[in-house]
T-cell receptor
Framework: DTAVSQTPKYLVTQMGNDKSIKCEQNLGHDTMYWYKQDSKKFLKIMFSYNNKELIINETVPNRFSPKSPDKAHLNLHINSLELGDSAVYFC?????????FGEGSRLTVL | QKEVEQNSGPLSVPEGAIASLNCTYSDRGSQSFFWYRQYSGKSPELIMFIYSNGDKEDGRFTAQLNKASQYVSLLIRDSQPSDSATYLCAQGANSKLTFGKGITLSVRP
């Protein structure tokens, strides 16, 4: 069983479109995250939810909207996609120690 | 701005050598430090975590933490070609893990 799973793994879309990425964890963790990794491998935190409540919101454009329907799920919706949004988006979950990452969703905006 | 700095590399060592990876951090309130390894096209995976000053050993890996000097390092002994990857240092504070930019290690056979 995959501990943190994301779908889809690949998205290719045109500028201006809207897309969503879904994430689910079966580890029983209370806290989930979205990270963005650019082409230079820099992994930057975007959002964090603890038991469905938003606790971290870094300076991310409001075109990005996370949603956590329950503590096992954290989705990311992106409106009006721009070229600079091309990256790998990682979902992660955490109890108190390490982060457990999903496999990543590679978004390419053309 | 709480930052984690890593020498961006790349670092190249011969097989069997010791690879030394270093990281400095700015947040004195950080309580936990992590080293992740990321193979190309894969997700980061935890190698070591360390909370206390001093050394922590796990197999060929040793993490070293010096809170006074605000640095954390990772030593890889008897480096293998399979150790070739990007290594990410992270500091943990207040529910957040902040990552450095990573350093790419190449182990030459």
């Amino acid at each position: 069983d995959t501990a943190v799973s994301q779908t889809p793994k690949y998205l290719v879309t045109q500028m201006g479109n809207d897309k969503s990425i879904k994430c689910e964890q079966n580890l029983g963790h209370d806290t989930m995250y979205w990270y963005k990794q650019d082409s230079k491998k820099f992994l930057k935190i975007m959002f964090s939810y603890n038991n469905k409540e938003l606790i971290i919101n870094e300076t991310v454009p409001n075109r990005f909207s996370p949603k956590s329907p329950d503590k096992a799920h954290l989705n990311l919706h992106i409106n009006s996609l721009e070229l600079g949004d091309s990256a790998v988006y990682f979902c992660a979950s955490r109890a108190t120690g390490e982060l457990f990452f999903g496999e990543g969703s590679r978004l390419t905006v053309l | 701005q709480k930052e984690v700095e890593q020498n961006s590399g790349p670092l190249s060592v011969p097989e069997g050598a010791i690879a030394s990876l270093n990281c400095t951090y700015s947040d004195r309130g950080s309580q936990s430090f992590f080293w992740y390894r990321q193979y190309s096209g894969k997700s980061p995976e935890l190698i070591m975590f360390i909370y206390s000053n001093g050394d922590k050993e796990d197999g060929r890996f040793t993490a070293q933490l010096n809170k006074a000097s605000q640095y954390v390092s990772l030593l890889i002994r008897d480096s293998q070609p399979s150790d070739s990857a990007t290594y990410l240092c992270a500091q943990g504070a207040n529910s957040k893990l902040t990552f450095g930019k990573g350093i790419t290690l190449s182990v030459r056979p």
